[in-house]
């Protein structure tokens, strides 16, 4: 794997993910059918990690990172690279997570203020499933001031009360920037893309031991250091658009990553194109085959394939109705605005598509 590769050499890949225990995790991820230990909490399964593992093929048993570090570009892509500052790290972190318990209240920072060596972190939820009462938190609750937050997170107190808590709700979409203090709450199921970073600093925890007695350390000065408490993000309403064949939404696009929901029926196809960078496909139920040049690979629920950044375009086609999430490094002017407008969508609602981040409207206005 030291040789440089072609990127007519990377055929689609199939992946097994990094499954990452949790304390808050349940079991949701291992009755989808992942490898999992009996009784074994997972919280994350890592579906883009460096960590995670291709499944088959010509490059079958390597990791995902040794494939990215042997040609960074054919698998990144010039957009990839941009994002990832040149780091040989695949651009889109995509998980599935699920959340038995609440996650600690904690922020990203964005690149800007990230350690050395690391990337920020901005990243979007779709919840696939909430059960009832499932709640995120999302921003200080209004009225909350930054220093008011600032002191209870320095005496210890709780801050739960300090936050924003909306409902969760199947199938909405949030992107939340870096500096977004913010928590998914116990009974959450979710699909989320972000930043290729593990940077994360928690405020509070919920006074959570694990099974040896010690609580996991906070990071209250850092994460105040670089939270925005002026960011309080909201669901991000989809754009349907015209496609051939089942049902195509844009549900969320910014700089760093795209992300849209493809629904088929038993037998129809798709054509997905990026332009500059890499594509990862979820099939979240239902069963597909990836095509692309190089050859093709099958996807059931839960699994994750990738299409190198230089493979441009690939084909979906299901055997059983299927739910897919698309997620690419995007063109913001191609890939989102031009055919968005298209399809009559007024600007307004095409820049909503980044949350609160001015992505697209710095787009729009150049």
């Given at each position: 794997?030291?040789?440089?590769?072609?990127?007519?050499?990377?055929?689609?890949?199939?992946?097994?993910?990094?499954?990452?225990?949790?304390?808050?995790?349940?079991?949701?991820?291992?009755?989808?059918?992942?490898?999992?230990?009996?009784?074994?909490?997972?919280?994350?399964?890592?579906?883009?990690?460096?960590?995670?593992?291709?499944?088959?093929?010509?490059f079958a048993e390597?990791?995902?990172?040794?494939?990215?570090?042997?040609?960074?570009?054919?698998?990144?892509?010039?957009?990839?690279?941009?994002?990832?500052?040149?780091?040989?790290?695949?651009?889109?972190?995509?998980?599935?997570?699920?959340?038995?318990?609440?996650?600690?209240?904690?922020?990203?920072?964005?690149?800007?203020?990230?350690?050395?060596?690391?990337?920020?972190?901005?990243?979007?939820?779709?919840?696939?499933?909430?059960?009832?009462?499932?709640?995120?938190?999302?921003?200080?609750?209004?009225?909350?001031?930054?220093?008011?937050?600032?002191?209870?997170?320095?005496?210890?107190?709780?801050?739960?009360?300090?936050?924003?808590?909306?409902?969760?709700?199947?199938?909405?979409?949030?992107?939340?920037?870096?500096?977004?203090?913010?928590?998914?709450?116990?009974?959450?199921f979710i699909y989320?893309?972000?930043?290729?970073?593990?940077?994360?600093?928690?405020?509070?925890?919920?006074?959570?031991?694990?099974?040896?007695?010690?609580?996991?350390?906070?990071?209250?000065?850092?994460?105040?250091?670089?939270?925005?408490?002026?960011?309080?993000?909201?669901?991000?309403?989809?754009?349907?658009?015209?496609?051939?064949?089942?049902?195509?939404?844009?549900?969320?696009?910014?700089?760093?990553?795209?992300?849209?929901?493809?629904?088929?029926?038993?037998?129809?196809?798709?054509?997905?194109?990026?332009?500059?960078?890499?594509?990862?496909?979820?099939?979240?139920?239902?069963?597909?085959?990836?095509?692309?040049?190089?050859?093709?690979?099958?996807?059931?629920?839960?699994?994750?394939?990738?299409?190198?950044?230089?493979?441009?375009?690939?084909?979906?086609?299901?055997?059983?109705?299927?739910?897919?999430?698309?997620?690419?490094?995007?063109?913001?002017?191609?890939?989102?605005?031009?055919?968005?407008?298209?399809?009559?969508?007024?600007?307004?609602?095409?820049?909503?598509?980044?949350?609160?981040?001015?992505?697209?409207?710095?787009?729009?206005?150049?």
């Open positions: 794997m030291s040789e440089q590769l072609d990127v007519s050499e990377i055929p689609p890949l199939r992946l097994r993910p990094y499954l990452d225990p949790k304390p808050w995790g349940g079991f949701k991820l291992a009755a989808l059918g992942l490898a999992v230990l009996p009784d074994q909490r997972i919280g994350e399964a890592l579906a883009t990690a460096s960590a995670a593992i291709v499944a088959d093929g010509p390597r990791s995902l990172g040794a494939v990215v570090t042997a040609s960074p570009f054919a698998m990144c892509g010039p957009l990839g690279l941009a994002v990832t500052g040149g780091r040989s790290l695949f651009p889109l972190l995509i998980k599935l997570i699920d959340a038995a318990d609440d996650l600690s209240i904690q922020v990203h920072p964005p690149d800007s203020q990230a350690p050395p060596g690391h990337l920020g972190k901005t990243e979007v939820y779709h919840v696939l499933e909430a059960e009832p009462g499932a709640r995120i938190a999302l921003g200080l609750a209004p009225g909350v001031s930054a220093e008011l937050f600032a002191a209870a997170c320095r005496a210890g107190d709780s801050t739960t009360e300090l936050l924003r808590w909306l409902p969760a709700r199947s199938l909405e979409t949030i992107l939340i920037p870096a500096g977004t203090i913010h928590a998914l709450g116990a009974g959450c989320e893309a972000q930043q290729p970073s593990d940077v994360t600093y928690r405020v509070d925890d919920w006074h959570r031991r694990n099974g040896a007695g010690h609580r996991r350390p906070l990071h209250v000065e850092p994460a105040l250091a670089v939270f925005d408490p002026s960011s309080r993000p909201s669901p991000i309403p989809p754009l349907a658009l015209p496609s051939l064949a089942g049902r195509r939404l844009l549900v969320a696009a910014c700089r760093h990553f795209a992300l849209e929901r493809i629904e088929l029926a038993a037998g129809e196809s798709v054509t997905i194109t990026a332009f500059g960078g890499p594509q990862a496909v979820t099939c979240l139920n239902g069963a597909m085959t990836l095509r692309a040049r190089g050859g093709e690979i099958s996807l059931t629920a839960a699994e994750t394939g990738i299409l190198a950044a230089g493979t441009g375009t690939g084909w979906l086609h299901t055997s059983a109705e299927t739910v897919a999430l698309r997620a690419w490094v995007p063109d913001l002017l191609r890939e989102i605005v031009t055919p968005a407008r298209e399809a009559g969508y007024a600007d307004a609602a095409i820049a909503a598509l980044a949350g609160p981040l001015p992505d697209i409207t710095l787009v729009m206005a150049t």
